[in-house]
């Protein structure tokens, strides 16, 4: 655990010799995502747009139990994965 630990180390003492003084501090990524986002080539790239979050009625359990390979007719059944 100690190399492992001293690699992760090793590698944020790489990070923290990057130049970010131009970088803009975010709180999350998918801010830069409302926009357009320059590529890596340096040319202007348009970005993936979020889709609305609109609510939708959800589906109705029973046509969908019916359509289940194995069902008890509330869950679905699945092979066990993990022996107690």
Same mark, same amino acid.
Request: glycine share 8%.
């Given at each position: ?5 001293? *690699?992760? #180390? ?7 010799? /990057?130049?970010? &003084?131009? =970088?803009?501090?975010? $709180? ?19 970005? *993936?747009? #979020? ?7 959800? /589906?109705?359990? &029973?046509? =969908?139990?019916?359509? $289940? ?16």
């Amino acid at each position: 655990m100690g190399r492992d630990l001293n *690699a992760i #180390l090793g590698y944020i003492a790489q990070l923290n010799e /990057l130049d970010v &003084a131009s =970088v803009a501090p975010m $709180a999350q990524v998918s801010e830069i995502v409302a926009g357009v986002m320059p590529d890596t080539t340096g040319a202007e790239a348009s970005a *993936a747009l #979020l889709r609305d979050d609109t609510p939708v009625p959800c /589906l109705e359990r &029973a046509p =969908v139990m019916q359509e $289940a390979p194995e069902t008890d007719g509330a869950f679905f059944k699945v092979p066990q994965v993990i022996g107690r």
